[in-house]
């Protein structure tokens, strides 16, 4: 499993743009880079995933730099309905469920009014 | 879009009783998941199914079993609960991935179960 290392916690006000950075210098060639939220008392949720470059959504974007070794989910313009914590997974495309997916503790964003 | 039902929303069970935690998916997919959720820990997953009547190990197996006798159901068997079986526990579902996106998760609401 490709490890990943992401900040503890972070804490933005209201209306900012967030950048959360995740390290994950072990990535190979077949591996998928994606991001789950999870806000409290639920599951967490797929938002995005990339692969190289950029990819944007109606949540976030998704920025990959060229070597893969890091990459940087970015929420425009956070409100507090944004705190939730968000986890940074690098998984194969080629395989599926066991073994291939670890969410880690994840980064906990703080949205201040 | 994909609904992921968890049975119970709360559970508590008391030492030695076998507990049943009962997932159910609508959208047809053939991949289920049972996860583990403890504060410090992030999500630990206990067993993966592919198919019907299929299961794979996850990580922390030991003290678990799983069943799947329909595709939309599967269940998260204690055969045995202990303290250390406290828990938030989250099913999940996804499809059999042909393309991108690859590994996309649909979670349940999970189920805290505390075993004293």
């Known amino acids: 499993l490709a490890k990943t290392t992401q900040p503890i916690s972070m804490d933005s006000y209201e209306g900012q743009e967030v950048n959360i950075t995740c390290s994950h210098n072990?990535?190979?060639?077949?591996?998928?880079i994606t991001w789950y939220q999870q806000f409290p008392s639920q599951g967490p949720r797929f938002i995005i995933q990339g692969y190289k470059t950029k990819v944007t959504n109606e949540v976030a974007s998704l920025f990959i730099p060229a070597d893969r070794k890091s990459s940087t989910l970015s929420l425009p313009r956070v409100s507090l309905s944004d705190t939730a914590v968000y986890y940074c997974?690098?998984?194969?495309?080629?395989?599926?469920?066991?073994?291939?997916?670890?969410f880690g503790t994840g980064t906990r964003l703080t949205v201040i009014p | 879009d994909v609904k992921v039902t968890q049975s119970s929303r709360y559970l508590v069970k008391r030492t030695g009783e076998k507990v049943f935690l009962e997932c159910v998916q609508d959208?047809?997919?053939?991949?289920m998941f049972w996860y583990r959720q403890d504060p410090g820990l992030g999500l630990r997953l206990i067993y993966f199914s592919y198919d019907v009547k299929m299961k794979e190990k996850g990580d922390i197996p030991e003290g678990y079993s799983v069943s799947r006798e329909k595709k939309e159901r599967f269940s998260l068997i204690l055969e045995s609960a202990s303290t250390n079986q406290t828990s938030m526990y989250l099913c999940?579902?996804?499809?059999?991935?042909?393309?991108?996106?690859?590994?996309?998760?649909?979670f349940g609401s999970g189920t805290q179960l505390s075993v004293l």
């Open positions: 999940a579902s996804k499809r059999k991935a042909l393309g991108p996106p690859y590994e996309k998760l649909f």
């Open positions: 997974l690098v998984g194969d495309k080629r395989k599926t469920g066991a073994n291939n997916l670890f």
């Open positions: 959208m047809d997919h053939e991949n």
């Open positions: 072990n990535i190979a060639t077949n591996d998928y």
